[in-house]
């Protein structure tokens, strides 16, 4: 964007001193050599001036325009990060989730080997229930599996959902890498 005061005011004084030199040149009808060169310069700094001006609002345009064009980058990042940011939430939420469930699966696979223990002992030493004891311990030994069967799925799940939670992590930082060299390249 050009100065505009700086431009009046500049164009102003070029039009002040053209019109001085045109009354100057009118009261004098023979102008010396001395008096020639000495306009000649001016009208050689006037012209100079001139293009320095216009390069000037140039450049200032071209400032603009690039001022513009980052800020508009800047406005359609903030969406992008917005989504990213929202994904990490739900990535750490949805990973505490899995941790807590894992956690309670490797409680209850603990309260169930503690009771299977219990039992073995009980059948160990109750020979005249053995056969009831005995079915009971299948029973529970039944039902680890089935535990074990559905720790095994939580634990693939959760090492999907641990993947998944890294690689939008890889993302987010990668992000932020690029970000911190956008902002630090362009000043």
């Known amino acids: 964007m050009a100065h505009p005061d700086f431009a009046e005011t500049l164009q102003a004084r070029i039009l002040a001193d053209q019109e001085a030199e045109a009354a100057h040149r009118a009261d004098r009808r023979h102008p010396d050599s001395n008096e020639r060169r000495t306009i000649a310069t001016l009208e050689g700094q006037i012209a100079a001036l001139e293009e320095a001006v216009a390069q000037a609002e140039i450049l200032c345009e071209r400032r603009g325009q690039e001022a513009d064009a980052a800020a508009k980058r800047v406005e359609a990042l903030k969406p992008h990060i917005a989504t990213l940011e929202e994904a990490a939430a739900k990535s750490e939420a949805m990973a505490e989730q899995l941790r807590r469930q894992a956690q309670t699966a490797t409680e209850r696979i603990e309260a169930l080997e503690a009771q299977i223990a219990t039992l073995q002992g009980v059948a160990a030493t109750t020979e005249s ?7 009971q311990a ?6 680890a599996d089935d535990l074990l069967a559905e720790l095994i799925a939580m634990s693939k799940r959760l090492a999907e959902q641990t993947a998944a939670l890294e690689k939008v992590r890889g993302e987010f930082d990668e992000y932020r890498a690029r970000s911190w060299w956008w ?3 362009t000043g």
């Open 183 to 185: 902002e630090h390249s």
């Open 129 to 135: 229930s053995a056969e009831r004891w005995r079915e």
């Open 138 to 143: 299948q029973a529970a030994n039944g039902r």
